[in-house]
């Protein structure tokens, strides 16, 4: 049927219908009625890519027991999925106490899952290394895989060129190692290049794919934890700037008159150590918020009214739609969104919408995966199926 | 030659022949061979294409005395260039103490223009609309010409569907007008709708066009002058934000800790109460500056401190490759520049590129012209040369 197809048209419609599998309910399939309607194909051309893709290891057809086709009756319709296990990419997220990795089929199913915390954001940069190296490895385990199309790392830092853009700043002496190289002596095999990102970015990502920003094509979301950071979307784009430093917001807290710094992480490790006598973590002064500690919610007020003059900055300058809060802030939303909010009205006349990311901590990992699935997809025709 | 094309490719083709030459240098024109270079085109397409374009009254045949073409010995190359007169766009800068007028051949070439300046920056909606079509008028008049294709109109304020978004902020009594409606009354026929858009945007569209962000795709324009206000561009593209209000610096002021306004004007005003008992322009400031005025010159460091910050936070946030300084500030930039260049080291670690602009107060105005271009060229085939 496609005989007469050029092999760059019969490519496209390939890709078109694995696409479309792929991006479809995973439980249920397509039926070439589906696929017709997915990728306006004729259904001669649909069935014989379907065949096709079956035959290259990338497609199955499923035993589902679907109504008939209403055009052709008594006929069972034919109904496709992709092959589980056809192949997997890894996410990592390198953060600067907790580094986490996950490995996931096409489709963007997290299949197997690891992390490690670090004693501090100072470790030597060997322990880092070895510590990601070992959640990568565990992750694949878990997921039962030995082989990866793809891999993407996202780190607490602006990335220029794959590489960590800033000296020793949050990940002391891995400013000039080439992560793409991090993983190679992994018993992994990585088709292709591994993608190093941005944090702020990978989580803005992972908000536009499956969270709060899925349908806002301007939306910011705001990292904050350890340090505070930003991914900017613009027009359904993700703006990087000229050297790739674009919502790096740790400094911007000088500029715009907030203190030293709006980090949670600090303020919390500073607020521990006053109260405690030891430094704590965020989720620590929440919890204690909760309680009702005063102190704690003195200490949650202060991190409110020195985010939202960031926030308020960024509002103004850039307009969004939504501002979405993530990392470890966003699992302090239930204290802490209300003062936010309230900080927020009272900077800006229009604020936009002001969400607590439901991914929450995992943000960073999951918009690893999705940059992995996205830098993979449109080459997967030119893989081997695992 | 073009006989078995269909109608689709044939306006494909002479909508790129006709783009390459509005594009080219004006006197010279271009031949065959520098259109097929331009186009892709085969040479018998192309002048099948120009002698079409020729016929419906859009291009002329020079008679220049071009080399002959190498290809061709003894032949002398045809040349073409679009007719002069063939269509003409209007451009407005409705600013808040002066407006201005231009109207442009299809290549940009400003062949008429006027202005008219406002006792204050509060003059009623009528006097406001009066003068600028008054203006409009007389820049028509010096093009002699009486029939546009399209206009565009810039406005000290963010726009939202063709509206003046700021209630009363800069042009009083026009924000629930349609400036898209004001140049109705004029014995000018404007094809197709008025544009009206931001002045910021709109200044930073000429600086890509033909000024000092000509070649690069991540850069601000900071328009400094009776209001501040900024134009940002991302990759290539114009920011706008949800609601048309990215880059409204008036109000970031609040935010970033640099005072009630940083606006030039503002200063300017208070400086010349202060010092000669009258409001002066910020022209005059910089003047007395350049005299040694220390008074004055203490005023441009304070300008240039308030601005700095705000060009700060533009810079961490953005990352641009260039931020160039436009509006009124740009003619004092041998008194600005250095100071502001030295406020933003301070504040920054990697500051970015920062020149005045060349284009200074006609910034807005050729902006417009440019947008209305833009605008016009996509559908200049579906309309009638004049």
């Known amino acids: 049927m496609t005989g007469a197809t050029s092999p760059m048209l019969r490519r496209l419609n390939a890709q078109a219908v694995l696409d479309a599998l792929l991006d479809a309910d995973p439980a249920a399939g397509l039926s070439g009625a589906d696929l017709m309607d997915a990728t306006r194909l004729s259904r001669p051309t649909v069935h014989a890519v379907c065949d096709e893709l079956i035959a290259r290891g990338w497609l199955t057809e499923l035993d589902a027991l ?53 004693r501090h954001d100072r470790v030597p940069a060997g322990e880092r290394i070895a510590a990601t190296r070992a959640a990568c490895l565990r992750a694949a385990e878990r997921a039962g895989v030995t082989a990866l199309l793809g891999a993407a790392v996202g780190v607490p830092s602006p990335v220029a060129e794959g590489r960590v853009a800033a000296v020793d700043d949050y990940l002391p002496g891995l400013a000039a190692e080439d992560l793409r190289l991090l993983l190679d002596p992994l018993p992994l095999a990585v088709e292709g290049p591994v993608l190093v990102d941005n944090d702020a970015n990978l989580a803005l990502l992972a908000e536009r794919w499956a969270g709060a920003a899925a349908d806002a094509d301007d939306a910011v979301l705001v990292l904050a934890g350890e340090r505070l950071g930003a991914g900017i979307c613009v027009d359904g784009r993700i703006v990087r700037g000229h050297r790739g430093r674009a919502g790096e917001l740790g400094f911007l807290d000088l500029v715009a008159g907030v203190g030293d710094t709006a980090a949670v992480g600090n303020l919390a490790r500073r607020w521990g150590t006053a ?69 927020l009205g009272a900077l800006t006349p229009r604020p936009p919408r002001l969400v607590a990311s439901a991914l929450a901590e995992r943000g960073v990992l999951l918009g690893a995966v999705r940059a992995a699935l996205d830098d993979v997809r449109p080459r997967l025709l030119d893989l081997a199926p695992a």
């Open 66 to 118: 679907r109504p008939a086709d209403s055009s052709r009756p008594g006929r069972r319709a034919r109904v496709y999925a992709p092959l589980p296990g056809a192949g997997h990419v890894l996410g990592v997220d390198m953060g600067a106490t907790t580094v986490r990795a996950a490995v996931a089929d096409l489709r963007g199913t997290v299949l197997g899952e690891d992390a490690a915390a670090f």
């Open 275 to 343: 109260a405690l006598g030891r430094p704590v973590r965020a989720e620590d002064v929440a919890a204690a918020a909760r309680a009702g500690d005063d102190r704690a919610r003195a200490v949650l007020r202060d991190v409110a009214r020195r985010t939202a003059r960031v926030l308020a900055v960024l509002a103004v300058l850039l307009d969004p739609e939504v501002i979405v809060i993530g990392g470890g802030a966003a699992g302090a939303a239930d204290v802490l969104l209300d003062p936010l909010e309230q900080e």
